[in-house]
C-alpha cells in the first residue's frame, strides 16, 4: 500500500503528527473539537499501551495486511486518502500536534477502542462500560484481560512548548 501524498516528504515527528492528522480527518472531521480530541487520543493511547505498535504510524496501519482490516478504517478502506476539505486538514493538524505534544486533556480517559454510533460490533462487549463522544462509542477495556486501562496523565495548562510553535487557529 502506498502511503497518502501528505505523508512521503515527512520525517520523525512531523510524520507521526501526520499520520495522527489524517486519522483525525478521515475518521472525525465531521465531529466537535472534543469528537476529534477523542479519536486522536485512542491512537496515542494506543501507542503508550505495551499491545500496540510503539508509534502513530505504526498504531494507525496495524492491520493493513488485508482490506477492511486495519485498526483505523480509512487506512485500508481503498478509497483516496487525499483530504479534498483544505480548512478541516489545518484543523487537524493543529489538533494533532496538540495531542502528539501532550497539550490536551484525554476526553476518553485512556481509550483504546472506538467505533461509530452506528453500528454495534461484536467486540463491544468484551471492553467495558461504553462513552459516548459525538458520534463515536469509546472503551477503556481490553478484550481477554477485562481490565480498565490506567488514564494517562495530559497537561491541565499548555507547558511553554505547547504554547510555542502552534499553528494559529
Known amino acids: 500500500r502506498q502511503e497518502p501524498q501528505d505523508l512521503g516528504e515527512a520525517e520523525g515527528d512531523d510524520r507521526e503528527v501526520r499520520c495522527l492528522a489524517l486519522t483525525i480527518y478521515f475518521e472525525a472531521r465531521g465531529e466537535s473539537e472534543l ?6 487520543h485512542v491512537v496515542m493511547n494506543r501507542v503508550r499501551d505495551a499491545d500496540f505498535p510503539r508509534t502513530v504510524c505504526g498504531v494507525v496501519q496495524q492491520g493493513s495486511e488485508a482490506r477492511n482490516q486495519c485498526q483505523f478504517s480509512w487506512w485500508c478502506d481503498g478509497l483516496s486518502d487525499r483530504p479534498r476539505d483544505k ?3 489545518r484543523e487537524s493538524l493543529k489538533l494533532a ?4 505534544r501532550g497539550c490536551t486533556n484525554d476526553p476518553t480517559a485512556g481509550a483504546l477502542w472506538y467505533h461509530t454510533s452506528e453500528v454495534r460490533p461484536a467486540w463491544s462487549t468484551k471492553v467495558g462500560r461504553p462513552q459516548k463522544i459525538g458520534a463515536h462509542v469509546f472503551y477503556r477495556g481490553k478484550p481477554e ?5 490506567k488514564a494517562f496523565a495530559t497537561a491541565d495548562e499548555p507547558t511553554a512548548e505547547c504554547r510555542q510553535g502552534l499553528p494559529p487557529g
Do not use: E, H, P
Open 35 to 40: 469528537g476529534q480530541l477523542a479519536v486522536g
Open 97 to 100: 500536534m496538540q495531542i502528539y
Open 145 to 149: 484481560k477485562q481490565r480498565l486501562t
Open 87 to 89: 480548512a478541516a486538514l
